[in-house]
């Protein structure tokens, strides 16, 4: 789902976004990599349930980024509600952060939700992830209530936010 203009890096360097199924073995990787950094951050993996059937288009989306063919992150979102959108699995690699490749994947989440008909986003992060969060917060996102498994989990944090008139 490329854009317009080539996605680029702060230092410049290409990066190409592609839709691949949730269960396909580089996405499958790139989870593994989101669920080490749950492990690290919060003691044990994210035990929300996923079904891959989820991301599949147009009822949702699992995204790769790769800079210079180098998997450098991923990011999804699937039905929540009824023109409700939910981001999952937003993930940079750490020699890749900071050079706003997250902002990138956000964006075009985002755009593919609303091309889908959505109308908002909502996602599930937590208190252990300060740059998830203050990425949240720069784009927009607020709070809204808490859903799913950690509905009442002490350092969650949902937010979400209206996506933008046509989008």
Known sequence: MPTSAEPRLADG???ALRA??????????????VQ???VTR???????????????PPVGLFLVAEVAGVPAGCGAWRVHGPGVAE???V?????????????LLMAELEDGAAAAGH????LNSGSEQPEALAL????????????????????AVFLGRQLREGR
């Open 91 to 103: 993930y940079v690699e750490p020699e890749f952060r900071r050079q706003g490749l997250a902002q």
């Open 119 to 122: 109308r908002s986003v909502v």
């Open 136 to 155: 949240y917060a720069a784009l927009g996102y607020t709070p809204v209530p808490g859903y799913g498994v950690y509905a009442d989990a002490p350092g």
């Open 87 to 89: 981001v999952k699995r």
């Open 42 to 56: 919060y003691g044990g993996p994210d035990e929300a349930a996923v079904d891959p059937a989820e991301f599949v």
């Open 13 to 15: 360097r290409p990066v």
């Open 20 to 33: 691949v199924p949730y269960d396909d073995p580089l996405a499958r990787e790139l989870v593994g990599r």
């Open 36 to 38: 080490q950094e749950y």
